[in-house]
């Protein structure tokens, strides 16, 4: 009898090691196999630079096709040497949900000789730096959320420097001749 009793307690040993082992190997199981899920919604970019939509952060050509010209000496509409007058550039952030850097490069008569304007001067409703044709400015989430845009003038003239600029009368100066702005944005990584 004593014999069948070792036998039992080391089958009830055998059996409990068993159980013990197989709820540890259950509940590691259970923990190995956890999922998670995160989700997020993506910023919205859309950033309108007069009227155009810019939607990438690539360069993309501006066309300037109202300038304020001061008339004095020559016809309403049209431009001669000596000529001055004044580019708004409007920067609407309204629906980006990011701040950014935008960057204007301007190619006038300084940087392209064949160009007809030169940029005298660059004024902004905020404070933009410039390194060599290129104007840098930020803006902040904090100034998309209350709804603010950048206006940016670029005064002009056309200097002929005394000499005669050739130009055809039955073509009208197109705004690629003039002068050329182009746009670029990135998103503010600090």
Known sequence: MRKYKNIIIALLIVITCFLYLST???????????????????ADWKIKVNNTLVTSNTAQQITIDTIDW???????????????GVITISIDPTTTQV????????????????????????????????????????????????????????????????EDVMVNPNEDPQPSDLLEVNFKAAQKKK
């Not at 007809?116 to 100034?143: A, R, W």
């Open 24 to 42: 540890k190997t259950t509940y590691t199981a259970y923990e190995s196999e956890t999922e998670t899920s995160v989700e997020g919604e993506v």
């Open 70 to 84: 001061d008339e004095n000496h020559t016809k309403e509409g049209t431009i001669s040497p000596g000529t001055s």
């Open 99 to 162: 701040a950014f850097d935008y960057y204007l490069e301007i190619i006038d008569q300084t940087v392209d000789e064949n160009k007809l304007l030169t940029i005298t001067k660059v004024e902004s409703s905020s404070n933009i730096t410039k390194e060599e044709n290129t104007y840098h400015g930020t803006m902040t989430l904090q100034d998309i959320k209350n709804k603010k845009k950048e206006q940016i003038k670029l005064y002009a003239t056309w200097d002929d420097h005394g």
